[in-house]
């Protein structure tokens, strides 16, 4: 069974500070992790993924992540955030080829200006 | 670039009423999806489909049925309308199963009075 984590509800930052939003999985074999954002009111869209090779992940906007087998993560960065990186990020997995993602809870960003 | 079209944007129907809910895309994506969003948790899988005329159930399927007459588009049946579920319903679609980039619509809204 593959779960999806995500520890923090809210985060809430100042524009410009670095922010770190994470995510823990659970899966026993190879799997698909991804991010994706959701504006108010929106429908999501795709940051990046990982399947296999450099476990960190550049994605659109200068968002990153990191993949860690040891830690089953896979926590989004982002050194210098903006006022409309305000959004709900969602954490998501899929194995094999089920086609299926499973979506954790979301992380609500607030940046303040 | 492609867009999914989630129509309508509001759907408002009584209790035990049958309703309906259409998504179309032009992305010639195989597989499509239903997600089903309440506040607080997160994005459940109702239906997927891999190919035209394909169907498969996913976590929250009961008391819903689903279509894929064409490989553009993919609607969504509420079978009885109750008002616990009144949430946003997300139609995506993707390229292929494995490793799959979903591609969302901007959601609909169902109301139940």
């Known amino acids: 069974t593959q779960t999806v984590s995500q520890s923090d509800a809210h985060v809430t930052v100042f524009e410009g500070d670095s922010v770190e939003l994470r995510c823990n999985y659970s899966?026993?074999?190879?799997?698909?992790l991804s991010w994706y954002i959701q504006h108010h009111g929106r429908g999501l869209q795709f940051l990046l993924k990982?399947?296999?090779?450099?476990?960190v992940v550049q994605g659109v906007n200068g968002f990153k992540a990191e993949f860690s087998k040891s830690d089953s993560s896979f926590h989004l960065r982002k050194a210098s955030v903006h006022w409309s990186d305000s959004a709900v990020y969602f954490c998501?997995?899929?194995?094999?080829?089920?086609?299926?993602?499973?979506f954790g809870l979301g992380t609500t960003l607030q940046v303040q200006p | 670039g492609g867009i999914i079209t989630q129509t309508p944007k509001f759907l408002i129907g009584q209790e035990g009423q049958k309703l309906t809910l259409k998504c179309q895309q032009n992305f010639n994506h195989d597989t499509m999806y239903w997600y089903r969003q309440d506040s607080g948790k997160g994005l459940r899988l109702i239906y997927y489909?891999?190919?035209?005329?394909?169907?498969q159930k996913g976590d929250l399927s009961e008391g819903y049925d689903a279509s894929r007459e064409k490989k553009s588009s993919f609607s969504l049946t509420v079978t009885s309308a109750q008002k616990n579920e009144m949430a946003v319903f997300l139609c995506a679609s993707s390229m292929s199963r494995e490793g799959n980039t979903l591609y969302f619509g901007e959601g609909s809204r169902l109301i139940v009075v």
């Open positions: 489909s891999i190919t035209e005329n394909d169907l």
């Open positions: 998501a997995v899929s194995g094999g080829n089920t086609g299926k993602l499973i």
């Open positions: 990982y399947y296999s090779g450099n476990p």
């Open positions: 899966y026993g074999g190879s799997i698909y």
